[in-house]
């Protein structure tokens, strides 16, 4: 089921990109939509079948590929990278449904989404150093292509930044990998048979800086987050979902499942630094947002501040915090979609997403109502407004990182206070007071454009007022994965030093 799940899209691709004949627009997006469906519902299935139980890799597969390397085909799924999977299940299909039916080159799109979709997939599945990194590497063109081909005025700039930021990360991700295999004796590169435990501190520390800084461009973390704004802002809508709804999931599941997973010494050793970096991430995200008139790019920053949450909760590495970790990815794929496919209804139907020109959109017989008052929730979600996910998965973050880094907690919730300011601002510039001279006569909004944000919207509630099913998976694996790590860590530490 595992590689049906990778290859499912991959014969979608082929399927719309080598078509014999030609084919429009419409029917592209339905093939890909169909693909896109039926690999969600399967992974539907896989979570119905799951054994939340078990902390152990379930619907394994394991095949030789390149002995001679110690590469082997080896897939898996747990706790932590099911809800993961499912995430970007969900959104590949909002990705796809929203996608604009008049653009170019409709066949070379949807194939390209649906090859980015796999890549993802894979790279959570996968249960090998070199495999995930493969995976990690394959989602790099497509994304690059999407927004280079489909994106805004300035859009080979940003996707050439993204080309460059994510090349180097994938050379320190790939040093990293080959290190620790290399240096610890290991004949394989399979997760399972992997013990970096046994390396020098000075060594382990090394190893997880290139990790660290490899995920950190991902996630992105500041001083490595430049790339992100511009991305955001010359992509399409629905590639703007993916990219903060699941791509930057990538980094924060790296961290997790490599960093403190593999090298729980040196991830103790640095715990700390972390937990600084991730304050710092957090008000300077913040503080960005709060400066920007583009309503597109005010989310973007919004979401550096929201990761930087997620590598506190790693940095303490309690059961708790690494829960709230977990939470707070799906939580900001939700939330993070759901403003996105609203600035782009606005800027679809505005013209602008400039706060110094449209106003007044919450007008009930001119302007954009609905939407409105979808992005009135979204805001409050991302705020942390008890009674949606935004919240219980912030407060489960700083409740469990408190007992370890007080300080660094009680400055990172400061962020939650400035995401409502600069989430205010944008209401209050862009849908009260009066209706805006230069945005009337606005065009009719359909259906089929508030329906993903609805969908999103309905999960958000759902989760806040029932966090359980969000975790039903998780807790068992995770709880499991930081003890382990705790007993290595302290054990380690209290052994003499040696070097290099």
């Not at 991830?267 to 600084?276: E, Q």
Request: net charge positive; proline share 5%; glycine share 8%.
């Amino acid at each position: 089921m595992l590689s049906t799940l990778i290859l499912l899209p991959l014969i979608g691709a082929a399927l719309i990109g080598f078509w014999p004949s030609e084919i429009n627009g419409k029917l592209s997006r339905g093939i890909a939509l169909v693909f896109a469906s039926v690999n969600f519902l399967l992974t539907i299935v896989l979570a119905i079948q799951f054994n939340p139980a078990s902390i152990s890799q379930q619907f394994a597969e394991s095949l030789p590929w390149i002995d001679a390397l110690g590469l082997n085909y080896n897939l898996g799924v747990d706790g932590l990278s099911l809800p993961l999977l499912l995430l970007n299940g969900l959104l590949t299909c909002i990705a796809i449904y929203s996608s604009d039916q008049a653009l170019q080159r409709p066949r070379f799109y949807y194939s390209l989404i649906l090859l980015l979709s796999a890549g993802v997939t894979g790279a959570f599945l996968a249960q090998d150093l070199l495999l995930f990194f493969l995976f990690y590497e394959l989602e790099l063109i497509p994304l690059y292509l999407l927004i280079a081909i489909w994106g805004g005025a300035k859009r080979g700039y940003a996707a050439t930044k993204f080309l460059i930021y994510t090349a180097v990360s994938g050379i320190l991700l790939l040093a990293s990998f080959l290190g620790m295999v290399w240096l610890s004796g290991s004949h394989s590169f399979a997760i399972a048979t992997l013990n970096a435990t046994t390396l020098p501190l000075a060594t382990q520390i090394l190893l997880l800086g290139g990790l660290l800084v490899g995920f950190g461009i991902k996630i992105p973390l500041v001083p490595f987050h430049t790339w992100l704004p511009d991305a955001h802002v010359e992509a399409s809508t629905p590639i703007s979902v993916l990219l903060a709804g699941v791509l930057l999931k990538l980094g924060t599941y790296g961290l997790l499942r490599f960093g403190m997973n593999l090298l729980p010494e040196a991830w103790a050793y640095l715990a700390p630094w972390l937990a600084t970096w991730a304050v710092v991430s957090v008000l300077y995200g913040a503080s960005c947002a709060i400066a920007q008139t583009d309503m597109k790019k005010m989310v973007a920053y919004s979401s550096i501040g929201h990761m930087g949450y997620v590598l506190l909760a790693a940095a303490a590495a309690t059961p708790l915090s690494v829960l709230g970790a977990v939470m707070q990815m799906i939580s900001h794929g939700l939330i993070s979609a759901m403003l996105f496919l609203l600035v782009g209804v606005v800027y679809k139907k505005a013209g602008s997403r400039d706060l110094n020109v449209i106003q007044g959109l919450l007008n009930p017989e001119r302007g954009l109502p609905v939407i409105g008052s979808l992005m009135v929730m979204g805001v409050m979600a991302s705020a942390g407004i008890p009674g949606m996910v935004g919240f219980i998965s912030e407060f489960i973050v700083f409740r469990g990182s408190f007992a370890v880094f007080p300080v660094q907690t009680l400055l990172s919730m400061i962020g939650t206070g400035l995401t409502a300011v600069y989430f205010l601002i944008l209401l209050n510039r862009a849908f009260f007071g009066r209706l805006s001279t230069q945005v009337t006569n606005l065009p009719r909004v359909y259906w089929s454009d508030r329906a993903p944000a609805m969908i999103l919207a309905v999960l958000i509630v759902i989760f806040g007022i029932q966090p359980a099913w969000l975790v039903y998976w998780t807790e068992p694996t995770i709880t499991a994965m930081v003890n382990v790590q705790n007993v290595v860590a302290t054990v380690s530490l209290d052994k003499p030093k040696s070097k290099i």
